[in-house]
């Protein structure tokens, strides 16, 4: 699940325009996706096993450099469903208002979801969940490191296994975002691509497309990650990645790497 499983975007945004969980936390609410990735895997966590994601995500343009330290914690509850806390400390160097550098931090804002796999796999249909989450506002607003508001998501997630060696992996997805009646703040839609292609038996190369657009402004932003994940053991799984913008007002340049453990019976990752 996610780094990304669940998290909902931020209404008022430094140089992010969403949390990643990304989280990375997605699209634009960003779901939790699976480490390194902001496109999620439809699967879920087997029951009774808990799998924790810790890492750390850096973002940065001209004017600003972002860093989070996100971890992730999800519970498979029963056969297709599991749930997923998600909390961290984030840091900032920003120029202020007077062309100063300032340097910011606190703790991210508390997101809080949950997958249910409705329909596996077919000989035609990919495997698919749905994924509702919520984010609360815990980050402090007042130093534009949150939104002070509470946002909700719903997305749709697919995966389809092509082959013994690659796997697609798509996401469709609304973010309700909270707003005072002053702010000129609309929802955002959300979208993205994820390919990942087995290149020996414990390492495997990914990558995606996504995108958002605000309601609103009816603006759209597009970016692109390219990345690893190794196996070290059947339940530690090392990844990074890393990705710019292909169009938007986004970060020229986004980094992650962690670390995924499954304590239980599980292996690192969401079960198929």
């Not at 920003?94 to 796999?121: A, C, P, S, T, Y």
Request: with cysteine.
């Amino acid at each position: 699940m996610s780094q990304a499983g669940y998290t909902v975007r931020a209404g008022a945004r430094s140089i992010r325009n969403w949390l990643a969980t990304w989280l990375a936390i997605s699209g634009g609410a960003a779901a939790y996706a699976t480490l390194p990735l902001v496109t999620d895997e439809a699967d879920t966590q087997d029951p009774g096993t808990v799998q924790i994601e810790a890492g750390a995500s850096y973002e940065a343009d001209s004017s600003c450099d972002h860093y989070d330290i996100p971890i992730t914690l999800t519970y498979g509850v029963m056969p297709r469903v599991d749930v997923a806390v998600g909390l961290g400390e984030q840091f900032e160097s920003r120029e202020n208002d007077d062309g100063q550098k300032e340097r910011v931090h606190g703790i991210d804002d508390l997101n809080v979801g949950m997958k249910w796999m409705f329909f596996e796999e077919s000989t035609c249909l990919p495997r698919q969940t749905i994924a509702p989450s919520v984010k609360f506002p815990t980050a402090d607003d007042g130093d534009d490191l949150g939104s002070g508001k509470t946002d909700y998501d719903l997305t749709w997630k697919a995966s389809k296994t092509l082959g013994k060696d690659i796997g697609l992996h798509v996401n469709a997805g609304y973010t309700w975002v909270g707003h005072r009646s002053d702010e000129d703040v609309g929802d955002v839609v959300h979208w993205g691509v994820a390919v990942d292609y087995r290149l020996l038996d414990s390492l495997q190369g990914i990558g995606e497309i996504f995108g958002e657009e605000d309601m609103k402004e009816r603006e759209t932003t597009w970016r692109y990650n390219l990345g690893l994940r190794w196996d070290a053991t059947d339940s530690l799984r090392l990844v990074a990645a890393g990705g710019s913008k292909l169009s938007g007002d986004v970060p020229d340049f986004t980094a992650t790497a962690g670390v995924i453990w499954v304590l239980g019976t599980g292996k690192a990752g969401p079960s198929k």
